[in-house]
């Protein structure tokens, strides 16, 4: 195999390693399991230059957070299509209160906190990791022109590709096959 040929394979596992990395972040990011590790999309840049817009971030509950831990609660906003958007932020304060406890969080390219205080029942969870701009990829696979871009056409490639190996497979046993016959008969006769 020439260089050229082994780097065409290199990528060619590196982008098929990639579309399934995808297609599981797109599984899991769509069916969170409660009380356990969840993926979200980034979707603004209060968070940069550590979380950047677009960014995935993996979260895990804890039972309690302190003052500096990134983490991503409940809010009141909304998406254009009405569903509820998680805030990811920075624990700036703890207040211990009758009602339970409070936290007091703060963008980290805001000038001033948050100007409410979140309980802590909405807090989803702490932040472990982030994958800057992989939510661009994961977001647009949630759609159809996406998933249809980053999914099916690259599964349908892979699986020609695979088909054509095959295929060529099958024909160069054949022609063993083939080959292996006529040199039987060709013994036969000799005999």
Known sequence: MN??????????????????AIAILVLVSAFPIQGNIQIKVVESGS???????????LIKPFSAYDVGDVVTFD?????????????????VGVKNEPGGVFYLTK????????????????????VLFSAPYVGYAVEAAKR??????????PALIVIYDEGVKIFKEVKRMYGKKKKDNELAKEQELNL
């Not at 260089?3 to 399934?20: E, N, P, Q, S, T």
């Not at 968070?47 to 960014?55: D, L, N």
């Not at 159809?144 to 056409?153: N, Q």
């Open 3 to 20: 260089v050229f040929g082994a780097i065409l394979k290199i990528g060619y596992y590196i982008f098929f390693g990639a579309l399934l």
């Open 47 to 57: 968070m940069e230059p550590q979380i950047k817009t677009g960014s995935v971030v």
């Open 75 to 91: 809010s009141n906003f909304r998406s254009p299509n009405g569903a509820k958007v998680p805030v990811t932020h920075r624990i």
């Open 144 to 153: 159809p022109y996406g998933f249809l871009a980053i999914i099916v056409i």
């Open 107 to 126: 963008g980290d390219a805001n000038e001033e906190a948050d100007s409410n205080t979140i309980r802590r029942e909405k807090v989803i969870g702490k």
